[in-house]
Nanobody
Framework: QVQLVESGGGLVQPGGSLRLSCSVS????????IGWFRQAPGQEREGVGC????????LMTDSVKGRFTISRDDAKNTVYLQMNNVKPEDPAIYSC?????????????????WGQGTQVTVSS
């Protein structure tokens, strides 16, 4: 079992950058694939991307591909979501989630553990 805590959310201007962090604690956090998801008011939760355990391969959804990247530092038990060229459609509550698997996916029901989320607001 693991616990996840997101941080780094806040206000960012369109075209700006923001880095979110997901701190993972518990038993062998490096063995968990981590996904990032977001949910805007009145909308369903959608996958942003994920990173596998082991080889740290990533998968990003089309809406953020080329702008957002995911990385992990297992020595710090932290997964990062680097958000570049933020767009007006990106504001949401961003959450990270974990599943005890090697590979990852952006399907939320596959994840067993969730953080509380961090708010990202986009405004000029």
């Amino acid at each position: 079992q693991v616990q996840l805590v997101e941080s780094g959310g806040g206000l960012v201007q369109p075209g700006g950058s923001l880095r979110l962090s997901c701190s993972v604690s518990g038993r062998t956090p490096g063995d968990y694939a981590i996904g990032w998801f977001r949910q805007a008011p009145g909308q369903e939760r959608e996958g942003v991307g994920c990173i596998s355990s082991g080889d740290s391969s990533t998968l990003m959804t089309d809406s953020v591909k080329g702008r957002f990247t995911i990385s992990r530092d297992d020595a710090k038990n932290t997964v990062y979501l680097q958000m570049n060229n933020v767009k007006p459609e990106d504001p949401a509550i961003y959450s990270c989630a974990a599943v005890y698997e090697y590979g990852c996916s952006v399907v939320d029901y596959k994840y067993h553990y969730w953080g509380q989320g961090t708010q990202v607001t986009v405004s000029s």
